[in-house]
């Protein structure tokens, strides 16, 4: 097994002590696995909350800061963080204006974050929540019932964050989470398997030569395998099929993002391709982000999200952030 880390069962707790040591505006909190930003609770201010199973870095801890999320709780490798680091979070972050849990869906992450909200509502905190469910390749996979959340988590978290930012109230800033994960869907498209530290080997079994398209962010089957495609083939195909679905009928962000393994020029290309197609089905693009963002791993591939926006979402988009994975306008 060739990974960079220890042994398999620290490999969570080894990389928040990294987090902490590079990121001191972040609160990090190694045994109970919470990480929060370090000026929380913001007076006046909705906190925002967010996780799921490492492996997805940067999602969610690095996406905590100034305009995003006030406290992310990372689990074990795929798994969902426990009920207790939740409510955790939520205390930590709530200053009396409410809180908002932004959950991925996946079945253990709903469960536990709906298990999460009810405990946190016995202690006095009002919890709005957003599920986040973009993923268009397929309707229920191995992890879930139903759309998978992915790439759009981080419009809801980066446009619902801005808002909270500027003092919106928890109704408002729920509603504009909810809005941007109905105007927003994804496709992924794996060229390598991924090996989890528990593991040490592949989880799935992915031939040389051939891909995946439609996979899941934790290695989960997707529509259907193809012989190995060209950049600008791959891009036609994922951007049809998000706008067969989302159908936009004004400008988009979009998010071209690499599973883990994929460099940038490679990414940078695809994004070439991207736009080509966009322009050719006559979407504009008002802003587009590129890199690794929603990752699985050591799973080469990418994914694509478009996201439509009006001028209030494309606002917020532009709105200051300050986090170790997104930073501009401040």
């Not at 398209?213 to 994922?238: Q, Y």
């Not at 532009?318 to 930073?327: G, S």
Request: hydrophobic fraction near 45%; include cysteine.
């Amino acid at each position: 097994m060739r990974m960079l880390i220890n042994v398999p069962e620290t490999v969570v707790a080894d990389a928040l002590r990294g987090m902490a040591a590079a990121h001191p505006d972040l609160s990090v909190d190694v045994d109970n696995r919470v990480v929060v930003r370090r000026d929380a609770p913001v007076e006046g201010k909705v906190g925002l909350v967010s996780g799921g199973g490492s492996g997805h870095e940067p999602l969610h801890g690095g996406f905590v800061g100034p305009g995003m999320l006030s406290a992310a709780c990372p689990g074990e490798v795929f798994t969902s963080p426990v009920p207790d680091q939740m409510v955790r979070a939520a205390t930590a972050v709530d200053s009396g204006a409410g809180v908002l849990f932004i959950v991925k869906n996946y079945t253990g992450d709903v469960l536990n974050f709906d298990m999460a909200a009810e405990l946190a509502e016995d202690e006095g905190i009002r919890v709005g929540k957003v599920l986040v469910n973009d993923d268009v390749a397929v309707t229920d996979s191995l992890f879930t019932a139903g759309r998978r959340g992915t790439g759009a988590t981080l419009f809801v978290e980066k446009i619902a964050g801005a808002a909270a930012e500027e003092g919106a109230p928890l109704e408002r800033v729920e509603a504009l989470g909810r809005q941007v994960n109905d105007s927003a869907r994804s496709f992924g498209v794996a060229l390598s398997a991924v090996t989890t530290p528990s593991k040490g080997s592949p989880t799935f079994d992915l031939p040389d030569g051939e891909l995946e398209l439609g996979i899941g962010i934790h290695g989960e089957p997707g529509r259907e395998r193809r012989a190995m495609m060209t950049s600008r083939e791959i891009a036609d195909f994922a951007v049809d099929a998000v706008l067969e679905d989302l159908r936009p009928s004004g400008p988009v962000i979009a998010l071209v993002n690499g599973m883990g393994a994929t460099p940038l020029l490679e990414l940078y290309g695809f994004n070439a391709e991207v736009q080509r197609v966009l322009a050719e089905r006559g979407v504009a693009v008002a802003r587009t982000l590129v890199g690794n963002y929603v990752t699985s791993l050591d799973m080469a591939g990418c994914s694509v999200t478009l996201c439509q926006v009006d001028e209030d979402l494309l606002r917020l988009w532009d709105a200051p952030v300050q986090t170790p994975a997104l930073r501009w306008g401040r």
